[in-house]
């Protein structure tokens, strides 16, 4: 992906916060979209391709958490990075189990929020692959380098979070990953949320890949560590 060239839709109903993080973001070489309302974000995220969106919580019309919840039901998995003034970890954590990406808490700095957009992309776009290029365990079907997920024969779109947790739980079966190491691997930098963020990202992950996702399978819980995948 040609990260200086990705088009970046932003949307928010403060019209002066959308122009200072179109200026950033500009500047750093990235293609802007502007919405300012929940509906028109939806069109333009559905007919402008962005490759990724910088998503408000709260927005007129339709809320940002409608908007996520609409384009992850219609299977898109363009990255989303929810800017939310909500401060509360359960108000977070909610954008993230409708499968945004990450969030940013306002007021935040733009240049906290490109770094933010930097890595997302980057887990985005990452091509090198290290192992094998596909992994199988039971009736799950891991490919590397298409970035396809089947279960049971049957495609399983993941977000980009997702997929990264995935690959770095698959590739080392057996080995017990806490919280703050999944955080440093998955997210790429000082990931300012709670560990818990890595539990929700777990729970979507269970519910999309395990045969039952309440005694699963595939991820297993490390009581007073973290996860590990199951061993073959």
């Known amino acids: ?21 179109q200026a950033y973001l500009e500047k750093d070489g990235y293609r802007v979209l502007t919405a300012y309302d929940g509906l028109q974000a939806l069109e333009l995220a559905r007919q402008g391709r962005p490759g ?3 998503l408000d919580l709260m927005l007129p019309g339709m809320d940002g958490l409608d908007v996520c919840r609409v384009l992850r039901g219609e299977g898109n998995k363009v990255p989303i990075i929810m800017l939310t003034a909500k401060t ?12 945004a990406d990450d969030y940013v808490t306002k007021p ?3 240049r906290e929020l490109l770094a933010r957009v930097r890595a997302v992309l980057r887990r985005v776009g990452e091509e090198e692959v290290k192992g094998p290029s596909e992994v199988r365990f039971d009736d799950l079907v891991v490919d590397f380098v298409g970035h396809q997920v089947q279960v049971r024969g049957e495609p399983v779109h993941l ?3 997702e997929f990264k947790l995935l690959e770095v739980l698959i590739r080392e079966p057996g080995r017990a990953f806490s919280r703050l ?4 691997r998955v997210f790429g930098y ?28 595939y991820i297993k819980t490390v009581y007073g560590v973290g996860y590990r995948f199951a061993e073959d």
């Open 108 to 110: 935040f700095s733009p």
């Open 52 to 54: 990724l969106i910088v």
């Open 190 to 217: 000082d990931f300012e949320g709670f560990e818990r963020t890595i539990d929700v990202h777990v729970m979507n992950l269970r519910r999309k890949i395990e045969p039952d996702h309440k005694n699963p399978a």
């Open 88 to 99: 509360t970890e359960t108000d977070k954590l909610i954008g993230l189990d409708l499968g």
């Open 181 to 184: 190491e999944l955080l440093d």
């Open 1 to 21: 992906m040609d990260m200086a060239r990705t088009r970046i839709l932003v949307v928010d109903d403060n019209r002066k916060t959308v122009d200072l993080v």
């Open 159 to 161: 977000t980009p979070t």
